[in-house]
């Protein structure tokens, strides 16, 4: 028989909270034992899987099993199921470009589902597997996480150990509002390099318009490239107190990076919210193999995350009920929005556009945007166009799409 999903998962919108779990020393040593081995039996069952080349859940269950259960002392049976699920996924996409087994780090994220935790909400305790038997663990968060948890359908959560810091990263379903109709038109914003978020509305971003320490996009490329020559130093010097600290600064860069894409995302959504508009994103998937760039361009262009912004504006204007829509990027920044003149010589630098048949000019980014925004307006007309017959048809869905834009784009 079929498992189905409830009503509230299969509408609702997924989230992550993070818990903080505050165990005693013998609890803080079995759940690292639970870690180690449920990856060195993840670990185990790659190899076998690589091995016998059997990649699906089903089959490898039946491969796997016993043989992970009998190689890895103290794997639970449920924790054996869970570390064959995670050996599926980890080959589910990116199977053809393994060379050789994946090899699960000792130390990383493990999955617990229903069954190898439960959770005692009025106690603020999570009961979580080990080795040696179950350990009730208190946990704490921000307010708006334990008023998640408490009220929400909760999935499975991830165990992690983070610099001597136990933390259990939850899986919540919000419940989905009704998308309004964009009855004011759509926000456009142009991501780019030199400034990461341009709106339609002449709003640069990062800016004032942001909380933060962060003044302005200079700002941030000149602590990236301090970042740069800081690794660069350290990994050539290569002694131990380079490599220590190496660790110490790891990840510094992406979570600003990550801090800078939640703020402009936030801005941007809440703007659309306020104004009774949409929000409209170039789909920039792709992008760094169709553009050329010179080899000291390369770092800056592949080192900003824009799939991560396109992302968190697409999940925070669902929560919000905000219209979104990626668009066509082609020609945004060398199109006119007033006269639809589409020409390379519209961009005489390049930040500075002047159309040659009607003379408007401004700065290339907020034209691109405002094209953004008006090819918005016109994709989210096609997608919600009535079908001609108004009977199903599995052509639906590709007539529903936005179509090309014309004038060259």
């Known amino acids: 028989m079929a498992i189905r999903r409830s009503a509230a998962k299969r509408h609702g919108l997924p989230s992550i909270v993070q818990l903080r779990l505050t165990p005693t020393p013998a609890q803080a040593d079995a759940l690292a034992a639970a870690v180690l081995v449920c990856n060195q039996a993840a670990t185990v069952v790659s190899r076998l899987a690589w091995q016998h080349r059997v990649f699906t859940v089903v089959e490898l269950h039946r491969l796997a099993y016993y043989a992970v ?15 064959i699920a995670r050996v599926a996924s980890a080959y589910a996409n990116r199977r053809s470009t393994k060379k050789r087994a994946h090899i699960f780090r000792p130390h990383g994220a493990v999955p617990y589902d229903a069954r190898l935790m439960s959770w005692s909400r009025d106690a603020r305790t999570v009961s979580l597997w080990t080795p040696t038997g179950r350990v009730t663990v208190p946990y704490t968060g921000r307010p708006e996480d334990l008023k998640a948890v408490d009220t929400l359908p909760m999935g499975e959560a991830d165990l992690i150990c983070r610099r001597g810091v136990w933390l259990l990263q939850v899986a919540l379903t919000l419940p989905k509002p009704a ?28 800016g004032p ?22 690794r660069r130093r350290l990994q050539k010097k290569g002694t131990p ?4 600290v190496l660790r110490r600064l790891s990840g510094r860069e992406h979570r600003m990076t990550t801090d800078l894409n939640h703020q402009i995302s936030t801005y941007v959504v809440r703007e659309a919210e306020r104004t009774g508009r949409g929000v409209a994103l170039e ?5 760094r193999g169709r553009v050329r760039a010179y ?16 992302a968190f504006t697409r999940y925070k204007a669902a929560r919000a009920g905000v219209a979104f829509l990626l668009v066509d990027p082609a020609y945004t920044s060398q199109a006119c929005p007033e006269c639809g003149c589409v020409s390379r010589a519209n961009r005489p630098a390049r930040g500075r556009f002047v159309c040659t048949r009607c003379g408007l000019a401004g700065h290339a980014d907020h034209i691109a945007a405002r094209n953004i925004a008006t090819r918005g307006i016109a994709g989210w007309a096609a997608i919600n166009q009535p079908h001609a017959t108004g009977l199903p048809s599995p052509r639906r869905d590709r007539e529903s799409k936005p179509s090309a834009s014309t004038g060259g784009s």
């Open 69 to 83: 259960r009998a190689q890895v002392a103290g794997l639970g049976a449920q924790a054996a199921v869970r570390a």
């Open 179 to 206: 998308v309004r109709e964009p009855v004011g038109g759509f926000v456009g914003v142009d991501q780019g390099v030199a400034n990461l978020a341009v709106t339609s509305d002449r709003v640069v971003l990062p």
């Open 209 to 230: 318009a942001l909380p933060g320490q962060i003044s302005g996009n200079g700002h941030v490329r000149t602590l990236r490239e301090r970042r740069h020559r800081q």
């Open 241 to 244: 107190a380079a490599r220590r």
């Open 283 to 287: 789909d920039l998937q792709g992008i």
């Open 295 to 310: 080899r000291f361009q390369r770092r800056t262009l592949h080192g900003w995350a824009f799939a991560q912004q396109i």
